[in-house]
Structures are given as C-alpha cells and as structure tokens.
C-alpha cells in the first residue's frame, strides 16, 4: 500500500508538471521584451527625433528669408555659409542635437531671379532604440526661398477729404505710408523689383497741370467755348467739325471728375475716337495734391524731412485734406495706373518675370459725392453702387491677378463699409476705429505685399 501510495502521487506530480504552463509564459516574455522595449522606446526616441527635426525646420525657414535680404551678388560661398550659420544659431536651441551641420547655396540670375537653399542635418543619441542597435538616429531639413523672379505693381489710393484732419488720421496715415514705402524698399534688389504710385482723392483726382494738353484731357465750358454754342465741351465740338477756341486754360489746377458712364467702372485707355472715355478737367476749388505716377521704390531713399513732391515719400508728406468721398475714382485711378497706356504709363513688364499689382485704397467714411450723386455730406447709395460695378469688374477682368487690399478708418461711429469689404479680396478689408489702427492695417499689407515677392 505504501508503495502504491509513493507510486500515485509521484505520476500525480508528474501530471501536473507536465500541465504547468508558468514557466513557458516566462520563456515567452524573456524572449519577448526586448522588441516590446525596441518598439515602446522606439515611439519615444522618433517623438524627440521629430520635436528637434521641426524646429530645425523653422529656423532653417526663417535664416533662408533672412539671407534673402542680405544676399548680394558679390557674396561669397563661404560669406553666406557664415550667414546661415550665425542666424541658425540664434534660433535653434535643442542641445540634444549633436553633430549639427548646416550649409547655405545662393544662386542668381537677371531673368530668373535669385534664391537660398539652406540645408541642416544632426545626430541624436537614442535612449531605448540602443538597446535594439540604434546608438543614434539622423535627422535632417531644408528651406528654399526665391525672390526676383516675382515683381510688384502697387497703386496707393489714398483718401485726402476733410474729414482726415480729425482724429489724428491724416498724420497717421502719412506714417503708416512712408513705413510702407520702407518695407517695399527692403524687398527691391533692382530698380524694376517694385513699383509704387499714390493716388490722393476726395471727389476728383489731380493729374498734374503739367498735363494740361494732354490728348487724353477734355474740356468744357469753364475753360473754352465752340464755335457752334450747343456744344459743351471739346470733345463734342470737335466731333461736330467745329472750332474749339481754349480759354482761361492756366487758371486749371489739374483736376478731373469721373468719367462718363460706363466708362467710370472701366480702364479703357482714353481716346478721343470715343470721347466718353476721356477725363473731363474739372474747375473744383478743393483740388488736392497731384497724383505720383509709378515710381522704383529701390530709388526711394529720401527721408522723412522729404517734401520733393516728384519723390514717394515727398508726396505723401505734402498731402493736405479737404473736400467730400468719392471712393470711386480713387479705386479707378489706382486700376489705371497698372496698365502700361495713357493716361499714365506704368514701366513695361519683361516677359521673363511673372508681376503681380496690387490696388490699395484708404478712407475714413462712406461715399459722399461724385459727378453725378451726393450733396458731399451725407452717404451717398448711388455712388456706393459706381463702386460695386467698378469693383466687380477689377475682379473679373483681371481674374485675380490684381490684389484689392481696403482699409476703412471709422472713428466718425459709421457703419462698416460694406463696399469697402466687398472690394477687397477675402481677408484683405481692414477695418479700425482709431487713428492707431492705421499703423496695423499697413504693416500687415506690407507683410502680405513682401511674401508675394517670394516664391517660396
């Protein structure tokens, strides 16, 4: 019995080893931990590896745009390297980051313009990935930026009716405009880079008394009389084969209305075949500050003192307010001035640079008057819907190739302008109801302007 008794529970035990399964899960993990640490420590070696990656991507980004502006053909290889290698620095601050390298190229070309291609690489020692053989990990980026082969066509509109004297807004509007000019200046690497004009309205528009026989000029009884008394003005009596005879012509201070209907919303080039498409000299007793044809803004380096008014700034710092709003022909004008035909002949484009133009238009209140609406104090409907049809056509004739940036300065408590809003283009409608707000809205128009010149 004794030995039966051994006998049983010794083939018991061995049947219970035999069903045990504790020791093979223990084999199992053994054999297992090591690639579930490899993959677990892995997540979180990658997840440093890319923190340091993107930052090294934006001060990569960063240091190209700021070469971009250093950058000059007489540089060299090892100059720019240095470049890049002192604005990467100031920016990138991960020391974990071992073995950091980075290299600037600069190319350049007349017709293609410029561009900076600045590399990085580094190294990244590994907390769990050694364990499974990766000591370390590579990691590099790059940042291209291209500029020059891109240039800037810019009409400057700018409202210089009475109501600017309050406020502070004339003076701020000058500052904010001049610091404009200095922002497009550092973008310019050649003469033909940028172009600007400025455009001073109330409810005409001076074209300079300089250009007082200029073909695209039409004249009414003001200043002469025809030969056959039913006809009113140049144009007509011309047309009708009889003698217009000028008269008090000298006394015109150069300012015009706005043109005919259609022709108001357009940018036909005037031409005496079809006289509707002239500008009509206007006798107006508040005629402001003449317009400033496209101007280089690399040329622009007069200061703040400036009052040259053949000079960018010069003329912004002469510009004295008076008169009513008629938004209009500020727009209209400014759409003018980028075509390369009378009555202003903005400089020829090169075909082997691509161009974008932009309009800017400032006002601080709603349309008053124009030649046919308004009594120049109360907001005017009609003028409002001039502008709807002029703005809608810019949009649709240019098919986006001219950008439409609007800034309204309301401190007078007015209604958001709706066709100011409506003008621009989606995000570019600037509204502010304090002098100050001008700064802002500029500032960030010459940041939209700057990365158009970029190409990337």
């Given at each position: 019995?004794?030995?039966?008794?051994?006998?049983?529970?010794v083939?018991?035990?061995?049947?219970r080893?035999r069903?045990?399964?504790?020791?093979?899960?223990a084999?199992?993990?053994?054999?297992?931990?090591?690639?579930?640490l490899?993959?677990v420590?892995?997540?979180i070696?990658?997840?440093?590896?890319?923190?340091?990656?993107?930052?090294?991507?934006?001060?990569?980004?960063?240091?190209?745009?700021?070469?971009?502006?250093?950058?000059?053909s007489s540089m060299?290889a090892?100059?720019i390297?240095?470049?890049?290698q002192t604005?990467?620095?100031?920016?990138?601050?991960?020391?974990?980051?071992?073995n950091?390298?980075?290299n600037a190229?600069?190319?350049?070309?007349?017709t293609?313009?410029?561009?900076v291609?600045?590399?990085?690489?580094?190294?990244?020692?590994?907390?769990?990935?050694?364990?499974?053989?990766?000591?370390?990990?590579?990691?590099?980026a790059s940042?291209?930026?291209?500029?020059?082969?891109?240039?800037?066509?810019?009409?400057?509109a700018?409202?210089?009716?009475?109501?600017?004297?309050?406020?502070?807004?004339?003076?701020?509007?000058k500052?904010?405009?001049?610091?404009?000019?200095?922002?497009?200046?550092?973008?310019?690497k050649?003469?033909?880079?940028?172009?600007l004009s400025?455009?001073p309205?109330?409810?005409?528009?001076?074209?300079?008394?300089?250009?007082k026989?200029?073909?695209?000029?039409?004249?009414?009884t003001?200043?002469?009389?025809?030969s056959?008394?039913t006809?009113k003005?140049?144009s007509?009596c011309?047309a009708?084969g009889?003698?217009?005879t000028?008269?008090?012509?000298?006394?015109?201070?150069g300012?015009?209305?706005?043109?005919?209907?259609?022709?108001?919303?357009?940018?036909?080039?005037?031409?005496?075949v079809?006289?509707?498409?002239?500008?009509?000299?206007?006798?107006y007793?508040?005629?402001?500050?003449?317009i400033?044809?496209?101007?280089?803004?690399?040329n622009?380096?007069?200061?703040?003192?400036?009052?040259?008014?053949?000079?960018i700034k010069?003329?912004?710092?002469n510009?004295?307010?008076?008169?009513?709003?008629?938004?209009?022909?500020?727009?209209?004008?400014?759409?003018?001035?980028?075509q390369s035909?009378?009555?202003f002949?903005?400089?020829?484009?090169?075909?082997?640079?691509?161009y974008?133009d932009?309009?800017?238009?400032?006002?601080?209140?709603?349309?008053?008057?124009?030649r046919?609406?308004?009594n120049?104090?109360?907001?005017?409907?009609?003028?409002?819907?001039?502008?709807?049809?002029l703005?809608?056509n810019?949009?649709?004739?240019?098919?986006?190739s001219?950008?439409?940036?609007?800034?309204q300065v309301?401190?007078d408590?007015?209604?958001?302008?709706?066709?100011?809003?409506a003008?621009?283009?989606?995000?570019?409608?600037y509204?502010?109801?304090s002098?100050?707000g001008?700064?802002?809205?500029?500032?960030?128009?010459g940041?939209?302007?700057?990365?158009?010149?970029l190409?990337?």
């Amino acid at each position: 019995m004794a030995d039966a008794s051994i006998f049983k529970r010794v083939r018991s035990s061995i049947a219970r080893f035999r069903r045990a399964e504790d020791g093979n899960v223990a084999v199992l993990f053994g054999i297992a931990i090591l690639p579930i640490l490899g993959f677990v420590g892995g997540a979180i070696d990658y997840s440093r590896v890319n923190n340091a990656r993107t930052a090294m991507q934006a001060a990569l980004d960063t240091a190209a745009l700021m070469i971009s502006r250093d950058a000059t053909s007489s540089m060299t290889a090892a100059e720019i390297n240095q470049k890049a290698q002192t604005y990467f620095n100031s920016l990138y601050n991960h020391p974990e980051a071992q073995n950091v390298v980075v290299n600037a190229s600069y190319t350049t070309s007349s017709t293609q313009g410029s561009k900076v291609v600045v590399t990085g690489s580094a190294t990244m020692q590994t907390d769990f990935m050694k364990v499974v053989g990766f000591p370390t990990l590579d990691f590099g980026a790059s940042s291209t930026t291209a500029w020059g082969n891109t240039r800037l066509r810019i009409a400057m509109a700018l409202d210089i009716t009475g109501s600017m004297n309050s406020d502070d807004k004339l003076d701020a509007m000058k500052k904010a405009a001049k610091a404009l000019v200095d922002t497009l200046k550092l973008s310019a690497k050649t003469v033909d880079d940028v172009y600007l004009s400025i455009i001073p309205f109330n409810v005409m528009v001076n074209v300079g008394t300089s250009n007082k026989t200029a073909a695209w000029l039409d004249w009414d009884t003001s200043y002469g009389s025809c030969s056959q008394s039913t006809k009113k003005t140049k144009s007509s009596c011309v047309a009708a084969g009889k003698t217009w005879t000028p008269n008090n012509v000298n006394s015109w201070k150069g300012c015009v209305t706005d043109r005919t209907q259609p022709y108001d919303t357009t940018k036909d080039v005037p031409t005496t075949v079809t006289p509707a498409t002239l500008f009509l000299a206007a006798n107006y007793s508040d005629c402001g500050s003449s317009i400033l044809p496209m101007t280089s803004v690399y040329n622009s380096k007069e200061g703040d003192s400036s009052t040259d008014d053949t000079t960018i700034k010069g003329k912004i710092n002469n510009l004295v307010a008076n008169g009513s709003t008629n938004q209009p022909i500020g727009m209209q004008w400014a759409w003018m001035m980028l075509q390369s035909a009378d009555p202003f002949v903005t400089p020829a484009k090169d075909s082997a640079y691509k161009y974008t133009d932009a309009i800017i238009l400032l006002s601080d209140g709603m349309n008053t008057q124009d030649r046919w609406y308004g009594n120049g104090y109360s907001w005017s409907s009609q003028v409002d819907d001039r502008q709807t049809i002029l703005c809608n056509n810019i949009k649709n004739k240019t098919n986006g190739s001219t950008s439409v940036y609007t800034i309204q300065v309301n401190t007078d408590g007015d209604p958001e302008s709706a066709v100011l809003k409506a003008c621009a283009d989606s995000g570019s409608f600037y509204s502010s109801t304090s002098a100050s707000g001008i700064a802002s809205a500029f500032s960030s128009i010459g940041s939209s302007l700057s990365k158009l010149r970029l190409a990337k």
